[in-house]
């Protein structure tokens, strides 16, 4: 990763980063920016990695403000995962002016909890219409 030194995660768990587009037409937007036909790839993030214990634990307090909970299996780490893997965004940065609009774990889980709320709402309803 370019201009980062990876961040020691003391819980042994993957430290991977999460991501959350506000919405659909932000990727699309990206790609249309892009203005070439070849197909190209950019990593997204903010550069900072969380472990899979932090998401859970960040999840499981989301989640519970709504009375809900999350069931966890745990399970050793396979083969060939790797310890940490955290989105490099600087050629996206660069090429796209993309930044990210969120840093904190629990305010992208947030959005991305809300998201989920509301398709299930959507489906729901779509249920009952028919």
């Known amino acids: 990763m370019v201009g980062h030194s990876p961040i020691p995660r003391f819980d042994s ?3 991977g980063e999460t991501i959350v587009s506000k919405t ?3 990727s699309g937007y990206l790609v249309e920016l892009s203005g070439t036909a070849v197909a190209l ?3 997204l993030g903010n550069g900072q990695g969380y472990s899979v214990q932090q998401v859970i634990e960040a999840v499981q307090h989301v989640v519970a ?3 809900r909970t999350l069931k966890v299996n745990e399970s050793s780490r396979r083969p060939g ?3 940490q893997l955290v989105a490099d965004a600087t050629l996206a940065r660069r ?3 993309w930044q990210p609009q969120y840093a904190d774990l629990e305010i992208i ?3 991305a909890w809300a998201w ?3 398709l299930a709402g959507n489906a729901l309803t779509q249920q009952e219409n028919t």
Do not use: M, S, V
Request: include cysteine; charged fraction near 40%; aromatic fraction near 8%.
């Open 13 to 15: 768990t993957f430290c």
């Open 81 to 83: 995962d790797p310890p």
């Open 41 to 43: 790839a950019y990593n």
């Open 109 to 111: 889980i947030r959005h």
């Open 95 to 97: 090429e796209l002016g």
């Open 65 to 67: 403000e709504d009375g």
């Open 24 to 26: 659909a037409q932000e």
């Open 116 to 118: 989920e709320k509301k």
